[in-house]
């Protein structure tokens, strides 16, 4: 069965400063995996994904993500967050490239910027 | 505004009463998913369609649960004699074909009492 861990449930960041948001997932075969983010009253917003080629995969907003087969990670990283950052980030993992069907999540890391 | 839209998106029912969620997807989605949030958990997978034709269900769609998209174009979600247990973001999301991005609506929030 596959699945998606988070470790950190809130993370805090000053503002101007670098993140990292930690993802290892569990997968039987070649994984697909997401990030997204939702910020309150929004719905989820797809940041990144990767399924093949390159290991380093850049998103929206700035996000980068890096998958490493080895580890079992897909961390995401941001050099520099903005106030605009804080939200709930979603890791997560599918059988396909793209869509929706049966993915699963992990539990989410609440971002908090300070000023 | 052409994205995912949910209605209601706030309902509060009596345990044991039924409710129905609706779906209105981006114009000619033709997937469209069904997902349930609970407090402090990630989204969890229920259903999905392709056009009218629902292709699967997770086990978390008890006997109690019910989708449909019965034209394939909006969806709707019946949850009938409703338990707290049910309370939880009721979250939709289409994409166009299989592959493409799915873009997810801003969900109802169930409040079982």
């Known amino acids: 069965a596959q699945s998606v861990t988070q470790p950190d449930i809130h993370i805090t960041v000053s503002e101007g400063a670098s993140l990292e948001l930690r993802c290892n997932y569990s997968y039987g075969a070649t994984p697909y995996l997401f990030w997204y983010v939702q910020s309150p009253g929004q719905g989820l917003q797809l940041l990144l994904k990767y399924f093949s080629g390159d290991t380093l995969v850049q998103g929206i907003k700035g996000f980068e993500a890096e998958f490493k087969r080895s580890q079992s990670s897909f961390n995401l990283r941001k050099p520099s967050v903005h106030w605009s950052d804080a939200a709930e980030y979603f890791c997560?993992?599918?059988?396909?490239?793209?869509?929706?069907?049966?993915?699963?999540f992990g539990k989410g890391t609440h971002l908090i910027i300070q000023p | 505004d052409t994205g995912v839209s949910q209605d209601p998106r706030h309902k509060i029912t009596k345990r044991g009463q039924n409710v129905t969620f609706r779906c209105d997807p981006i114009s000619e989605h033709n997937r469209l998913y069904w997902y349930r949030q609970t407090l402090g958990q990630g989204p969890e997978f229920l259903t999905y369609f392709q056009n009218e034709a629902q292709l699967e269900k997770s086990r978390l769609l008890s006997d109690r649960f019910s989708a449909e998209r019965p034209k394939g174009s909006f969806s709707t979600l019946e949850i009938q004699r409703t338990e707290q247990g049910d309370s939880a973001m009721y979250l939709c999301?289409?994409?166009?074909?299989?592959?493409?991005?799915?873009?997810f609506g801003q969900g109802t929030r169930l409040t079982v009492v």
């Open positions: 999301a289409s994409s166009l074909v299989a592959e493409t991005e799915a873009f």
């Open positions: 997560a993992v599918g059988r396909s490239g793209g869509g929706a069907d049966g993915l699963t």
